[in-house]
């Protein structure tokens, strides 16, 4: 599995590409990306604050929701 973290003035699309080939043999991966704030389909309160802090904890929601969704 990979978890897929885009820079800024991108969106999880970034790695449609990406995610295509890592689906397809022999790597039959399976490809995780998400928007993190004012990117992308994501919205949440504070839109613009892109700091450091919030950054890294949308991060670990992010790790927490794959490991909960995808166990194994």
């Given at each position: 599995?990979?978890?897929?973290?885009?820079?800024?003035?991108?969106?999880a699309l970034s790695f449609a590409a990406l995610a295509k080939e890592l689906k397809k043999d022999p790597y039959n991966s399976m490809v995780v990306a998400f928007d993190f704030r004012g990117h992308g389909e994501h919205y949440c309160d504070n839109e613009t604050d892109l700091s450091q802090e919030n950054l890294i904890n949308e991060t670990i929601k992010a790790l927490k929701w794959v490991v909960a969704k995808f166990p194994d």
């Amino acid at each position: 599995m990979y978890l897929c973290l885009h820079g800024a003035g991108h969106s999880a699309l970034s790695f449609a590409a990406l995610a295509k080939e890592l689906k397809k043999d022999p790597y039959n991966s399976m490809v995780v990306a998400f928007d993190f704030r004012g990117h992308g389909e994501h919205y949440c309160d504070n839109e613009t604050d892109l700091s450091q802090e919030n950054l890294i904890n949308e991060t670990i929601k992010a790790l927490k929701w794959v490991v909960a969704k995808f166990p194994d």
